[in-house]
């Protein structure tokens, strides 16, 4: 089992910044990716972004040259940086990490963070 806390959201105008972090703990040996996903209110959960074990990074387009996701392997955290933030990155972001055992993807969930932009 891999327990995952994140941390960092809240309310922030446009333009704004704010960094977002997870901390893994458990079998936290297994996790092949962690990265980040954001559910607005009406839509689906989507990828925000992501990173492997081998700090290869994928971003959705939206976020791209905004946002930055990196990772602390001594602390097993991971971050995102987001700037110049925007009214519609406006979600609960949640924090996933995934391991593959050869066959299929498991993936475990944070609680969710909730990102306000807003003036």
């Known amino acids: 089992q891999v327990r995952l806390v994140e941390s960092g959201g809240g309310l922030v105008q446009p333009g704004g910044s704010l960094r977002l972090s997870c901390a893994a703990s458990?079998?936290?040996?297994?996790?092949?990716?962690m990265g980040w996903y954001r559910q607005a209110p009406g839509k689906q959960r989507e990828l925000v972004a992501r990173i492997t074990s081998d700090g290869i990074t994928k971003y959705a387009d939206s976020v791209k040259g905004r946002f930055t996701i990196s990772r602390d392997n001594a602390k097993n955290t991971v971050y995102l940086q987001m700037n110049n933030l925007k009214p519609e990155d406006t979600a609960v972001y949640h924090c996933?990490?995934?391991?593959?055992?050869?066959?299929?993807?498991?993936?475990?969930w944070g609680q969710g963070t909730q990102v306000t932009v807003s003036s």
């Open positions: 458990g079998s936290i040996f297994s996790i092949n990716r």
């Open positions: 996933n990490a995934a391991y593959y055992d050869g066959e299929q993807w498991h993936d475990y």
